[in-house]
């Protein structure tokens, strides 16, 4: 008896002869996990939104992205985007430009007026938020979707927290910050400005609330011993920065010196750039061992920021500051050489960290502290039922997008909470790896970078230093996304089968295999060109 042929141009014959009885092995489609969504701390899907703005649908993405995060305009501009870091594409040529494509939606949807989603039908639950910043407006944002009831304490005058009192103008337009904010108020979140909480317990009880999200900002600048004279001028960075904000600006003299090597550090010296000052950063390690990210270095020094590094203050008169030159020894650490300088200064202003005030929480039972901390389980609820806490307050690292991470996770966990059950997150599937792209199927194009404002108008005013994309760009920049993992329907799968066992669902709907005529050749594996496709044992 002849055996069927494998390969047919005849899809009756190979349908006839049913050539999947020869198969020991089968092919399954599979969704991994995109590399830039599992590096995201908001946890945004954000192949799922470059999916829509790649088509061109700018406001389904936007509506996409914010499910997840709903301030695409700020994080555009703030958001370190680590996702990029992650990028299965720099592998090929460069990174997505993930962050570039969110500023443009997030512009797009402030510019078209653009309306977040209705909440939920209302629970009759009122959640307390204490704090106005990134972490906290987050929070209120995911709990109000959801159908609560939010009310917002914020200690200061605006909304915005450490975005607006730590992030000079230059970066954030307070404009863009405003109206992102207010989107938020405008779904029903009621939000009491100059209410600082003093007692947690107390204002709950006062309000009657089912439970609260504490996210309150590191405001309290970290001092230091630096023996000074009775004149001298030692401020803090946070408090600069916060003053800009207000009518009147801090009066921090022509000579500068800044004191640490943060991200704070670095805003602090091109602040004062911008307001005619020479600001040296005296730095007590290298470049390399720098905190501050390095982007932000390289723009400091563009601007005319000098740096000394391998430096140490050791004391402040009213016109100077000695300083002692440090080395390095063998395990990377600074040590004193004894040789001394004198700089003119000023100002000192010391960016040496930030600290959280926690007078609210005094006398909570069962609320633990640690280093300045408030210790949080999985689900991020403090010691005591009902009180939740993140960003600044737990340990973490401190950056917007982790903060908006967090206010997210809490909403979900506080949620839970109200209806008397345990938010268990969904499983990870395995992330997609670059290994198995077949990357012959891209073409080559270039990153777009976005435009900076011109060295000399940078360090005399406070306008934004870096422009966005425009809509032929930000098209460009979202089309360049390989869908790592996950099918975009590109048809090879369909079109490389021998044996016509690939169907097609409709747009939109995918793919499935009729596994009677699929013999089990692999060629859709080796053909797909996001790793979307696995071969596995006959009998799994």
Same mark, same amino acid.
């Given at each position: 008896?002849?055996?069927?042929?494998?390969?047919?141009?005849?899809?009756?014959?190979?349908?006839?002869?049913?050539?999947?009885?020869?198969?020991?092995?089968?092919?399954?489609?599979?969704?991994?996990?995109?590399?830039?969504?599992?590096?995201?701390?908001?946890?945004?899907?954000?192949?799922?939104?470059?999916?829509?703005?790649?088509?061109?649908?700018?406001?389904?993405?936007?509506?996409?992205?914010?499910?997840?995060?709903?301030?695409?305009?700020?994080?555009?501009?703030?958001?370190?985007?680590?996702?990029?870091?992650?990028?299965?594409?720099?592998?090929?040529?460069?990174?997505?430009?993930?962050?570039?494509?969110?500023?443009?939606?997030?512009?797009?949807?402030?510019?078209?007026?653009?309306?977040?989603?209705?909440?939920?039908?209302?629970? /009759?639950?009122? #959640?307390?938020?204490? $704090? *106005? @910043?990134?972490?906290?407006?987050?929070? +209120?944002?995911?709990?109000? %979707?959801? =159908?609560?009831?939010?009310?917002?304490?914020?200690?200061?005058?605006?909304?915005?927290?450490?975005?607006?009192?730590?992030?000079?103008?230059?970066?954030?337009?307070?404009?863009?910050l405003d109206a992102e904010m207010q989107r938020v108020v405008e779904m029903g979140v009621e939000v009491k400005l100059n209410a600082k909480v003093d007692n947690i317990q107390e204002t709950m009880k006062a309000g009657n609330f089912d439970a609260a999200f504490l996210a309150v900002g590191a405001h309290i600048g970290k001092r230091t011993n630096i023996p000074a004279g009775a004149v001298s001028k030692i401020v803090d960075a946070?408090?600069?920065?916060?003053?800009?904000?207000?009518?009147?600006?801090?009066?921090? /003299?022509?000579? #500068?010196?800044?004191? $640490? *090597? @943060?991200?704070?550090?670095?805003?602090? +010296?091109?602040?004062?750039? %911008?307001? =005619?000052?020479?600001?040296?950063?005296?730095?007590?390690?290298?470049?390399?061992?720098?905190?501050?990210?390095?982007?932000?270095?390289?723009?400091?020094?563009?601007?005319?920021?000098?740096?000394?590094?391998?430096?140490?203050?050791?004391?402040?008169?009213?016109?100077?500051?000695?300083?002692?030159?440090?080395?390095?020894?063998?395990?990377?650490?600074?040590?004193?050489?004894?040789?001394?300088?004198?700089?003119?200064?000023?100002?000192?202003?010391?960016?040496?960290?930030?600290?959280?005030?926690?007078?609210?929480?005094?006398?909570?039972?069962?609320?633990?502290?640690?280093?300045?901390?408030?210790?949080?389980?999985?689900?991020?609820?403090?010691?005591?039922?009902?009180?939740?806490? *993140? @960003?600044?307050?737990?340990?973490?690292?401190?950056?917007?997008?982790?903060?908006? =991470?967090?206010?997210?996770?809490?909403?979900?966990?506080?949620?839970?909470?109200?209806?008397?059950?345990?938010?268990?997150?969904?499983?990870?599937?395995?992330?997609?790896?670059?290994?198995?792209?077949?990357?012959?199927?891209?073409?080559?194009?270039?990153?777009?970078?976005?435009?900076?404002?011109?060295?000399?108008?940078?360090?005399?005013?406070?306008?934004?230093?870096?422009?966005?994309?425009?809509?032929?760009?930000?098209?460009?920049?979202?089309?360049?996304?390989?869908?790592?993992?996950?099918?975009?329907?590109?048809?090879?799968?369909?079109?490389?089968?021998?044996?016509?066992?690939?169907?097609?669902?409709?747009?939109?709907?995918?793919?499935?295999?009729?596994?009677?005529?699929?013999? @089990?050749?692999?060629?859709?594996?080796?053909?797909?060109?996001?790793g979307a496709i696995n071969m596995v044992p006959e009998n799994n």
């Open positions: 008896m002849n055996k069927p042929f494998a390969i047919t141009l005849d899809p009756g014959s190979s349908l006839a002869n049913r050539t999947g009885t020869w198969r020991t092995e089968r092919p399954v489609y599979v969704n991994r996990l995109p590399p830039c969504n599992n590096q995201c701390p908001a946890g945004e899907d954000i192949q799922g939104w470059l999916f829509h703005a790649e088509s061109g649908n700018y406001e389904k993405a936007w509506q996409h992205l914010t499910k997840d995060n709903p301030f695409p305009a700020i994080m555009g501009r703030v958001c370190y985007h680590t996702c990029e870091g992650a990028c299965n594409r720099a592998n090929l040529d460069s990174a997505v430009g993930i962050n570039s494509v969110e500023r443009f939606l997030g512009d797009e949807a402030i510019k078209r007026k653009w309306k977040l989603v209705q909440p939920a039908a209302e629970s /009759g639950k009122h #959640v307390l938020i204490v $704090g *106005g @910043g990134p972490s906290g407006m987050s929070a +209120a944002y995911h709990l109000r %979707r959801l =159908g609560h009831r939010v009310t917002v304490y914020e200690a200061g005058p605006m909304l915005g927290g450490m975005m607006r009192f730590g992030i000079p103008k230059y970066r954030l337009p307070r404009e863009v946070v408090s600069v920065l916060r003053s800009m904000e207000g009518e009147e600006k801090p009066m921090l /003299g022509r000579r #500068v010196v800044v004191y $640490g *090597g @943060g991200n704070t550090a670095i805003d602090v +010296a091109r602040t004062a750039k %911008r307001m =005619g000052a020479e600001p040296i950063i005296v730095y007590r390690r290298t470049r390399d061992k720098m905190p501050a990210h390095d982007f932000e270095v390289e723009e400091a020094m563009q601007e005319g920021v000098m740096i000394k590094w391998l430096s140490t203050i050791k004391k402040a008169g009213d016109a100077s500051i000695t300083v002692e030159k440090m080395e390095l020894d063998a395990n990377g650490f600074p040590q004193p050489t004894g040789e001394i300088e004198t700089l003119e200064a000023d100002s000192v202003v010391l960016a040496l960290g930030q600290d959280v005030d926690l007078g609210l929480l005094e006398g909570v039972p069962g609320l633990e502290v640690t280093d300045g901390v408030v210790k949080v389980d999985a689900n991020m609820m403090t010691g005591h039922a009902g009180i939740f806490a *993140g @960003g600044d307050m737990v340990p973490t690292e401190r950056n917007i997008t982790v903060g908006v =991470g967090h206010g997210k996770k809490a909403a979900k966990n506080i949620d839970a909470w109200l209806r008397g059950i345990t938010y268990v997150a969904p499983p990870k599937p395995p992330v997609a790896t670059f290994e198995r792209l077949n990357t012959w199927y891209y073409s080559d194009a270039p990153k777009t970078v976005r435009p900076m404002l011109d060295i000399i108008r940078r360090q005399s005013t406070f306008e934004e230093v870096q422009g966005g994309l425009d809509e032929t760009n930000a098209l460009f920049e979202a089309r360049r996304c390989l869908s790592c993992g996950n099918c975009f329907e590109c048809d090879n799968c369909y079109g490389v089968c021998p044996d016509n066992a690939v169907i097609k669902l409709g747009p939109g709907k995918g793919f499935q295999f009729n596994y009677d005529y699929c013999k @089990g050749c692999g060629l859709c594996v080796s053909e797909c060109p996001c």
